[in-house]
């Protein structure tokens, strides 16, 4: 039994039908099909009722699809403790907020790359939405994001706590211009939503930009407004022309930690990078 078979499977089954299996797994609707037709054969079973153009798992495919699950994550664990080897050889694919990225990540990574030097870091940013979802599907071995995070397949270290502030040009009043945003997802966005509504801010539209410094630097020509940890703002290059003014505790303090899966295997190099976070 191949493992392409039952991820094709489970996908098939999580994505509700071939098609929709066929887009997600970047491969052909004739592929999918075969494969879960070897799969049928294979076990003597049919794993799908066709009801026109849909299908429905028969009991069959019900008891497989718990079976594929276990088969998948124990491929993934193992495909991880692979890339730990020893702890200096491998990759350590690490998530993280742009801004937490910017801020706090390099001294961090130095550190890492110190204690490993053997081990290839990979670095993405993006919201903290969808890096909780990549970590959830072993696509990363951790991620830094806004907290609090309660998962049951996930631990959450808090390492530091970030103040937000409104942000905006000296001299400008943001309460006569747009919000300006991350995308969807970003953890700083719902907050900054919520403190305009609760100060009743004139101008209720909102503008997105998926760059920390595009944020800053429209806020900077008096396009608009933002919330932003506080840290950021003053390192920015346009830190002279922005004006800062202190939120509620209740929006501006952000717990950020680290998110790892609470069944991973244990590697070193994720201690060593949260303690360098946690260092003075």
């Known amino acids: 039994m191949e493992l392409v078979a039952l991820r094709t499977f489970q996908t098939v089954v999580e994505e509700g039908g071939i098609l929709a ?25 049919e794993l799908f ?25 124990l491929e993934r664990q193992t495909s991880a403790a692979v890339r730990q080897v ?52 072993h696509k990363l071995d951790c991620a830094f994001v806004a907290g609090p995070v309660i998962h049951p397949d996930l631990v959450f270290d808090e390492l530091v706590v970030e103040e937000l502030v409104q942000v905006c040009a000296v001299g400008a009043s943001p309460v ?19 403190w305009q509504r609760a100060i009743g801010h004139a101008v209720a539209d909102a503008m997105e930009f998926g760059t920390l410094e595009g944020i800053l630097g429209c806020v900077a020509v008096g396009l608009g407004w933002t919330l932003m940890p506080r840290r950021v703002v003053e390192q920015s290059a346009h830190a002279a022309d922005l004006a800062i003014e202190r939120v509620p505790d209740e929006i501006g ?15 070193a190099a994720l201690k060593t990078l949260a303690a360098a976070l946690t260092t003075p």
Do not use: W
């Not at 009722?49 to 088969?71: I, N, Q, T």
């Not at 961090?108 to 909780?132: C, Q, Y």
């Open 21 to 45: 299996a066929s887009r997600k797994l970047n491969t052909v609707q004739s592929n999918v099909t075969s494969r879960i037709r070897r799969l049928e054969e294979e076990l003597g079973a």
């Open 176 to 194: 006569l211009q747009p919000l300006i945003l991350f995308r969807e997802g970003c953890a700083y966005r719902s907050r900054a939503l919520a």
């Open 86 to 137: 020893g702890e200096s050889v491998g990759e350590l694919r690490i998530g993280a907020m742009e801004t937490f990225a910017a801020l706090r990540l390099p001294a961090a990574l130095k550190a890492v790359r110190a204690g490993h030097p053997r081990l290839e870091l990979r670095v993405h940013t993006d919201t903290s939405a969808f890096l909780i979802d990549r970590v959830l599907a």
């Open 253 to 267: 303090r952000v717990p950020t930690g680290m998110i790892t899966l609470r069944d991973a295997p244990p590697m």
């Open 49 to 73: 009722f066709r009801k026109g153009r849909g299908l429905e798992l028969a009991p069959s495919g019900r008891v497989l699809l718990d079976y594929a699950r276990r088969m998948l994550l």
